[in-house]
């Protein structure tokens, strides 16, 4: 898919909106796409899921794709009240990411939104050798990491071998993921992006849960809170 503007309700991808069971997405990129969630009206009960590639995964397998851009300025991914990523907004039932690339496509909203480079929101699903080098912004009360922004308290989570290089800021930030919930693994991953978070910033987790453990990562980037 190349240079096309998205919009939509509930769950709002580059080439997929919602994929289901025992569903797979191979080999697509998305170029050039521009997708703007931010001008919700009223009260907002629920979250949007925003993806480059995928709105919300369940039990989906995600694999060699690739989020592009030659003009960071026109073309964006943005939200309130989200979770977004620049290949999956949400991730859950067992899903997998693996080999994917955010290439330098920034995203960013406000309003309490969860935003990761690679994936938004991780619910007992898996990430593994993924790249990020696309600037994450989830304003003042949203999480945000290079690769995650959040991961939920229940399931087994798994991020490993993935590598951040752009810049992460939010409330509670982190160089690989923002907020890591409980039975969360963090593996052989590294951050080179700059990390900002008002309350809580690590160069690898923002912010741990009893259970989370995190093993063989190393970060090069600068870390302020």
């Known amino acids: 898919v190349v ?10 991808g580059g080439i997929v909106g919602e994929s289901g069971l025992k569903s797979e997405i191979t080999g697509c990129s998305s170029k050039e796409t521009n997708i703007d969630c931010k001008e919700r009206q009223g009260e907002i009960s629920a979250p949007y899921y925003i993806g480059g590639i995928c709105g919300n995964a369940y039990e989906t397998t995600i694999r060699n794709c690739i989020l592009s851009t030659t003009d960071t300025t026109k073309y964006t991914i943005s939200g309130k009240y989200s979770c977004i990523g620049g290949i ?20 960013s909203g406000d309003n309490k939104s969860t935003i990761g480079g690679v994936c938004g929101y991780l619910d007992g699903a898996k990430i593994e050798q993924c790249y990020n080098k696309g600037s994450v912004d989830a304003g003042e009360d949203g999480d945000a990491g290079g690769i995650c922004g959040a991961s939920s308290e229940e399931g087994e989570i798994l991020i490993a071998e993935c590598r951040n290089e752009a810049q992460i800021t939010g409330s509670c930030s982190g160089g690989i993921i923002g907020k890591a919930g409980k039975n969360t693994i963090v593996e052989q991953s590294y951050n080179k992006g700059g990390v900002q978070g008002k309350e809580n910033a690590g160069g690898i987790v923002g912010e741990v849960c009893n259970g989370t453990k995190i093993k063989n990562c190393y970060n090069a980037g600068k870390v302020t809170a």
């Open 88 to 107: 999956c907004g949400d991730a859950c039932g067992k899903s997998t990411i693996i080999n994917c690339e955010n290439q330098g496509v920034e995203l």
């Open 3 to 12: 240079n096309v503007c998205v919009k939509g309700q509930s769950a709002i």
